[in-house]
């Protein structure tokens, strides 16, 4: 079966701090991995995608992941957390090909301490 | 970058009336648009997909009835939620991609609050 599991609910860090989100998921194809944001009651914004090639992909605001997939796993990092970080980070796995649907997982809440 | 609208952002109804919420394709042709919801705390599910000029495809357990969905034009797709009830309120968010070159990715509206009364 198809899904993505984000262990983490709910993460709290530090501003300044390191911040790793964690993805793991399930498909049977070569899979085409994305990670969102989404501020409250807003739409969702790309961060970065991983398609081929360089299996570590830098995005926008500082975030990088890397796919791994041996551990069928796409974990999204940034060195240096900022206040205005705190959001819902949706891990997302689609597929080749012209169908574009994606599977989402749960959603990780980041909360960040002054 | 890529931009997609959706309007409204929020609408309150009456239950038993239909609202219809349109997202279009900015600065892009959108072959094919998505259709998702979103409960409160919860991922995004997709409910169905549309392809200019045909039929949109449902994932299982929507009702296409009560979710019509209408892709008429590159730029434009429609959800109409007919006779809606109040378990119908939820996040509605609308995505977009073009023409295919190279896996394009999807570029997301802001979404649509629907409170049903």
């Known amino acids: 079966a198809q899904s993505v599991t984000q262990p983490d609910i709910h993460i709290t860090v530090s501003e300044g701090a390191s911040l790793e989100l964690r993805c793991n998921y399930s498909y049977g194809a070569t899979p085409y991995l994305f990670w969102y944001v989404q501020s409250p009651g807003q739409g969702l914004q790309l961060l970065l995608k991983y398609f081929s090639g360089d299996t570590l992909v830098q995005g926008i605001k500082g975030f990088e992941a890397e796919f791994k997939r041996s551990q069928s796993s796409f974990n999204l990092r940034k060195p240096s957390v900022h206040w205005s970080d705190a959001a819902e980070y949706f891990c997302a796995v689609g597929g080749a090909g012209n169908t574009g649907k994606l599977i989402f997982g749960q959603g990780t809440t980041l909360q960040v301490k002054p | 970058g890529a931009v997609v609208s959706q309007h409204p952002s929020w609408v309150i109804c009456k239950s038993g009336t239909s609202v219809k919420i349109e997202c279009r394709s900015l600065d892009f042709q959108a072959t094919t648009m998505f259709w998702y919801r979103q409960f409160p705390k919860q991922s995004l599910m997709l409910m169905a997909t549309s392809n200019e000029g045909s039929k949109a495809t449902y994932e299982q357990g929507v009702e296409k009835d009560k979710f019509l969905i209408n892709h008429a034009s590159l730029t434009l797709s429609t959800l109409t939620v007919t006779s809606a009830h109040p378990e119908d309120s939820s996040f509605y968010i609308c995505?977009?991609?073009?023409?295919?070159?190279?896996?394009?990715?999807?570029?997301f509206g802001n979404g649509t609050r629907l409170t049903v009364t």
């Open positions: 995505s977009a991609r073009g023409q295919v070159v190279g896996n394009s990715p999807l570029h």
